[in-house]
């Protein structure tokens, strides 16, 4: 068994359960892509089981705290089994779900999603991508399916130094799924679709939103970055009485479209707009249109702390124009899912765009991704959608 020691003064991280190692923390050795290294503190103590991963920055990834562990298949078996438990224990109301969620699974690197009776795999990591067939296995097996499609058609892979792939793992069947969320039915496209074909992370918010358009009766609705409307659904649903969905993205919206019709509501209700969000909502400014509710679920402005400054001022720019476009006791849910700006900073930068649209606003409730994409304490990245519900 190869091992890569630390340079001393770099085991805390490890030691309080974090499992990445930074190229800069070695002190020596080495090993192939995914190979499962023992990784030591500066003086030879196991520190944990791991994977290297020679092209990439993150150098190596832990599987196992545990020295008596081994790394083979009935490991990946039991974490698969482990995470697959843990979500049977939340009651999703929805038969799509997140059932592994990466490091937070203590799977690092690895996203599986399900869709019905089809799962959906991203390996993101060296490691996970030298256990592919294990971990199918070890997946399907556990969930009792025939399919998993792999979707690692992701940025991350180059900087892991793997290819793009895209297709059927194991089985095959259609691509374009239906599923169930709180009661709507919405497609999925798993081959084109983003990231695995839905934002399964927003399904509380989705229905958190519905919540408070109910409540407080809001009439008039904007979706900003619907995608394929999922939040247009829940405001109709929850009674609104015209909702528009802006995004730049054309099949997306065209799913949108499909999706209120799908779904019963009358076409006439809904509105969908192939726009720049931020031109839209000046647009609106400009010809005196509000809103009583408005969703900002704006993509990945910032994907490390290094683009904070950066995203901060668009995220700022984009809710300082929908603040400015609610009437008076509007509702606005605004999102950031950039992992390099944290919750904290993200209520500030809010916060800054209200003083600059002149008004206040309470925050009635915080969100976050649903629990099926958990963030753990010892994984803190794993919390990179936040989101506020104000009442202006
Ligand atoms: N709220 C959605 C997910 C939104 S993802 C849901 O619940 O499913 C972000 C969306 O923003 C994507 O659909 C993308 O096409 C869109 N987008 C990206 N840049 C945009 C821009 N400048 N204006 C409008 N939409 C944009």
Redesign the pocket.
Known sequence: MKAIRLRAGKERSLQRRHPWVFEGSIAKGRADAGETVRIEAHDGAFLAWGAYSPASAIRARAWSFDEAERIDAAFFERRVRQALQFRERLGIDSDARRLVHGEADGLPGLVVDRYGDTLVAQFGFAGVERWKAAIADALLGAAGLPRLYERSDIGVRRLEGLPEQRGWLRGDGPTQLEIREHGWTLQVDIAHG?KTG??LD?RT??QRFAHWVQRLGCAEVL??????G??TLAALAAGARQVTS????AP?LELARAHVARNGFDPHRHEAVD????GFLRQCLDQGRRFDAI?L???KFAATAAQAERAARAYKDINRLALRALRPGGLLFTFSCSGGIGAELFQKIVAGAAVDAGVDGAIVERLGAAPDHPATLFFPEGEYLKGLALLV
Do not use: I, K, L
């Open positions: 983003h839905a934002y927003q918010g989705r979706n900003a970055f619907s995608y394929t999922g939040f802006v995004d730049s993205s997306a726009a720049d969000a931020n969703v679920d704006p993509p």
